[in-house]
Nanobody, 122 residues
């Protein structure tokens, strides 16, 4: 059965780095990181496939964030560099298990972690 456990959030200053981790169990095709700030919709940050490592990064984080996976550890990471105050949000790990289609919408992901808070001070 699919289970996602996130960790790595915290309070940092602008320009600092954080690495989020998502330890997974169960078979999934595609992993993604979403984030949601208060009063904002949950939006995709990055996406990766388990088999081929095909990645996607939202325009707002390109060049700063990098999604990766360690198949042996069943873990997905989000390396966040050059953090900005606008990156402040709850970050969620998500999984698509039904097919390997590369979707952006949150509705296409069946499993979710509990979320981890990232706060970036100016």
């Amino acid at each position: 059965q699919v289970q996602l456990v996130e960790s790595g959030g915290g309070l940092v200053q602008a320009g600092d780095s954080l690495r989020l981790s998502c330890v997974t169990s169960g078979r999934t095709y595609v992993m993604a990181w979403f984030r949601q700030a208060p009063g904002r919709e949950r939006a995709i940050v990055a996406r990766i496939t388990w088999s081929s490592g095909i990645t996607y990064h939202a325009d707002s984080v390109k060049g700063r964030f990098t999604i990766s996976r360690d198949n042996a550890k069943n873990t997905v990471y989000l390396q966040m560099n050059s953090l900005k105050p606008e990156d402040t949000a709850v970050y969620y790990c998500a999984a698509r298990a039904s097919t390997n289609q590369l979707f952006t919408a949150k509705e296409r992901y069946e499993y979710w972690g509990q979320g981890t808070q990232v706060t970036v001070s100016s």
